[in-house]
């Protein structure tokens, strides 16, 4: 099996930054196709970014294309999302998933394994 842990949300102010991370335990042999999603009140689950297995390639929802980075460390089975320039339609619950397929998707039937949440509230 495979656990994820969520860390790094919290209260920030418009325009700030955080930094989330996800940390992979379990079968820690095995690489993922990495993703993040959030959800915010009263919405559906949203893809956010994908990372592959290797880190070389990453997608991005165009609601944060250029304003998030996603990477991944392997080597201590993290995977991290850099959030800047924040706006209070960002607050949401932020997902980590891990996925087995080869390549990527944004659909989140295609993960495997999902972390508990880390909040991130925006304020205007």
């Known amino acids: 099996q495979v656990q994820l842990v969520e860390s790094g949300g919290g209260l920030v102010q418009a325009g700030g930054s955080l930094r989330l991370s996800c940390a992979r335990s379990g079968r820690t042999s095995s690489t993922y196709v990495m993703g993040w999603f959030r959800q915010a009140p009263g919405k559906e689950r949203e893809f956010v970014a994908c990372?592959?297995?290797?880190?070389?390639?990453?997608w991005y929802a165009d609601s944060v294309k250029g304003r998030f980075t996603i990477s991944r460390d392997n080597a201590k089975n993290t995977v991290y999302l850099q959030t800047n320039s924040l706006q209070p339609e960002d607050t949401a619950v932020y997902y980590c998933?891990?996925?087995?397929?080869?390549?990527?998707?944004?659909?989140?039937?295609?993960?495997?394994?999902w972390g508990q949440g880390t909040q991130v509230t925006v304020s205007s």
């Open positions: 998933a891990a996925s087995r397929i080869s390549g990527w998707s944004s659909r989140s039937d295609s993960y495997d394994y």
């Open positions: 990372i592959n297995r290797s880190g070389s390639s990453t």
